[in-house]
């Protein structure tokens, strides 16, 4: 066959072929369509043949069986052999030695924890190791209100707020403390500590800036964690370095797409016990542009006049604070945590937040409490520079009497972190183990005195460390506790005794 009669041939077929694509219903409609599609875009030809291609050759494919074994099968004494070796990994790691001294000597507290407090061994102690502040334990009103919120709505609600968890006490919660503050709004968690750890992420994500301090708390530290936010530190308390880092931001950024920036800071320091000096964060807050976080953990219901924060006691608006976090745990003697803020900021939580969303509401009889105890500060306003007092009463005893040890806390913090003196940690030339066991016999011997303290517990620095940032751990540290349900004279008491056992000890280990 000559050239010329195949080509023919080849022509006929596919005129033929044609013909009869004709004859099929839609073909016209089909051939426009890919016509088009190839003048406008042959590259979306190209994809949409690939598909077409894939799909008839997944479909053309021979099955195969899921439920064929694909393993090596054991006999049963080579699988109890295997069962035999196998070493499960602990769930906690080892004790260390000074683990294993503080739970042999480890107070056990039966009953409630006011100032006069029982241990199982059957002594009373003065309790300076509690957050009973205000000693709202001790309110028999409070008691009584709590009895008949328990009576009437159970134990919990045994569900997540989203779902059938809200109940009209946690209405009224979030309302008491949204009026508190004097901010449009509020939103309860069951969980103090996985309140900031929740809302940081629900606003922060990968690609967003954090800025916040060496010495944040573990929650803190958890919630950057969790956001993946590329997170800058700056020297605690060090305005002039949060400066030098967020103009470092803004600087960078400047040619880069817009993202979410933020500040996070503690008013009242978990491991240091000072205060941050809100008003000149605020001050360069809105000079950059950022967003403030503000953790109020252990400054709600302490600072200011009334008690409101540490908002009150800079005298500045609260709304000029994009979020407030507080604890309902501590100083107010209930439990669970708030994020206090605008109505966008508190509504975005309701569907973002883990920690609102996954788990249970908040026990009806913590929020009462919570509204109950809010509503006593507003009707005592007094009892807050009563703590005040409290605290530079016991203060006096310690601090500049004592030629061992000095307080790092702010003076408003009813907390008292008293770490030994750096001169005196030179010369013995202690490492911070070393300090940390030498304190822990003074919390022993300050026992043996009747009186109950406690020291600063930290996470060990490892599970501390957000990305490559240099582990930040805080200087072993005393914590003192003080109360409003002691007297003057007993606060002066329990003072001498911690004073006197700090130097028996230190004056052995010479």
């Not at 709505?153 to 006490?169: A, I, K, L, R």
């Not at 939103?187 to 010495?215: H, L």
């Not at 994020?339 to 900021?345: L, N, R, T, V």
């Not at 600063?456 to 751990?473: D, F, I, N, Y």
Request: some cysteine; glycine content about 6%; hydrophobic content about 40%.
């Amino acid at each position: 066959m000559e050239l010329h009669d195949a080509q023919i041939l080849v022509q006929d077929f596919f005129q033929d072929l044609s013909v009869r694509f004709q004859k099929v219903p839609g073909s016209a409609i089909l051939l426009r369509y890919i016509q088009s599609s190839y003048q406008n875009d042959p590259i979306r030809s190209a994809v949409e043949l690939f598909l077409f291609l894939f799909a008839v050759r997944y479909l053309l494919a021979p099955k195969y069986s899921t439920q064929k074994q694909n393993y090596v099968a054991l006999s049963e004494q080579e699988i109890d052999e295997l069962v035999d070796d196998w070493t499960p990994e602990p769930l906690v790691g080892p004790q260390t030695a000074l683990e294993e001294i503080e739970n042999e000597k480890r107070p056990v507290i039966v009953g409630p924890t006011g100032p006069k407090t029982k241990l199982s061994s059957g002594r009373t102690v003065t309790n300076l190791a509690s957050y009973n502040f205000y000693n709202f334990v001790s309110n028999e009103m409070l008691k009584e209100k709590a009895i008949q919120t328990l009576r009437t709505y159970g134990v919990g609600p045994c569900g997540p707020p989203g779902f059938y968890g809200t109940q009209d006490v946690h209405m009224k919660t979030e309302a008491d403390i949204a009026s508190f503050l004097a901010v449009p709004a509020c939103i309860v968690y069951a969980q103090a500590f996985s309140t900031i750890s929740s809302v940081i992420p629900a606003f922060s994500k990968r690609g967003d800036i954090i800025v916040a301090s060496t010495a944040s708390n573990f929650a803190i530290r958890k919630g950057i964690q969790i956001s993946r936010s590329t997170v800058r530190w700056y020297a605690h308390n060090d305005m002039a370095d949060l400066e030098r880092v967020l103009a470092s931001i803004t600087k960078e950024q400047a040619s880069k797409p817009l993202t979410r920036r933020f500040i996070i800071a503690e008013s009242l320091s978990d491991n240091v016990g000072d205060l941050t000096p809100l008003a000149a964060m605020l001050a360069l807050k809105h000079r950059y542009k950022f967003r403030l976080i503000l953790d109020e953990s252990w400054s709600f219901g302490v600072l200011g006049r009334t008690g409101r924060g540490a908002t009150e006691h800079a005298g500045v608006s609260a709304a000029d604070v994009d979020m407030i976090i507080g604890s309902l745990a501590g100083p107010l003697c209930a439990g669970g945590g708030f994020c206090a803020g605008s109505e966008e900021i508190v509504e975005h939580q309701r569907i973002s937040a883990a920690a609102y969303t996954f788990s249970a509401a908040l026990p009806a009889m913590l929020a009462t409490m919570a509204s109950e105890t809010l509503n006593l500060l507003q009707l005592e306003p007094g009892v807050v520079a009563t703590l005040r007092e409290a605290g530079r009463t016991m203060r006096a005893q310690l601090d500049p009497r004592s030629e061992w040890v000095r307080c790092v806390s702010a003076v408003e913090n009813p907390v008292l972190f008293l770490v030994v003196k750096d001169e005196v940690v030179r010369q013995r030339r202690w490492t911070n183990e070393e300090v940390a066991k030498v304190l822990q016999e003074v919390v022993d011997e300050t026992l043996q005195n009747g009186v109950l303290i406690t020291r600063l517990r930290t996470m060990p620095a490892a599970q501390q460390q957000v990305g490559k940032e240099t582990p930040w751990l805080p200087p072993p540290a005393l914590k003192v506790c003080v109360t409003v349900g002691l007297s003057r004279k007993e606060l002066e008491k329990a003072g001498t005794h911690v004073r006197h056992a700090v130097t028996k000890i230190m004056t052995r280990k010479r």
